[in-house]
């Protein structure tokens, strides 16, 4: 018996438009970003993937590209788990500035460091800070001592695998096809676990928005093969 997983990164949200980090900021997708989700859609629709479960973060941006998707698909009716551990990881207290302005204010080395080191944290969110998760309605349900003030990509993988582990293997392995739609570290983080990627390879790599990836895995969920979609 084989598996297929497929992962898709949210489209292009306003913010990635603006060149501004991120994280956890509930940023809505661009124009392109509908249109990115559009496309995801009807590539896999005409490659005729159907999936039993779905997965995705509580960020819009990629409730949002799954929404356009499964509609795409004419599989509005699919049952969406969402849950924070696929969130993007969180950038503390640069969430919301200019990626140039950093870069001139600390220099393109700092800047290098904070986005693509592995276990190199950006400065952190003050307590009262209004952007603490702690303080935002979506995770009132969530225990105070979980939420992150910033976190490395070191800190990412440690949330997204063991929810992957606990909740999504079990369903693979029973023969559910599963489609995750999230953000570009949590699919790193998973691409990282699935690959056996290094922790020096895992910063070079970069998945595309809007662009299905497809990994087929054997009974062990061991990967066989990797594509993504394309028209």
Known sequence: MSFRLVLLRHGES?????????GWTDVDLS?????????AGILLKEQEFE????????LKRAIHTLNITLEQ??????????????????????????????AKKFGDAQ???WRRSFDVQPPAL??????????????????????????????????????FEMQIKPEIQEGKNILITAHGNTLRALAMYLENISKKDILELNIPTGLPLVYYLNDDLYVVKKEYLHS
């Open 73 to 102: 698909m004419d599989q509005e009716w699919l049952p969406v788990i969402k849950t924070w551990k696929l969130n993007e990881r969180h950038y503390g207290d640069l969430q919301g500035k200019n990626k140039s302005k950093i």
């Open 31 to 39: 124009e392109n970003g509908k249109k990115e989700a559009k496309q």
């Open 126 to 163: 003050d307590i009262e800070d209004a952007r603490n998760p702690v303080w935002q309605k979506m995770y009132k349900n969530v225990p105070k001592n979980e939420l992150p003030l910033a976190e490395s990509l070191k800190d990412t993988i440690a949330r997204v695998i063991p929810y």
């Open 111 to 113: 800047l290098k460091i």
């Open 14 to 22: 306003i913010w990635n438009l603006e060149n501004l980090f991120t």
């Open 51 to 58: 999936f039993d479960i779905c997965y995705t973060s509580y």
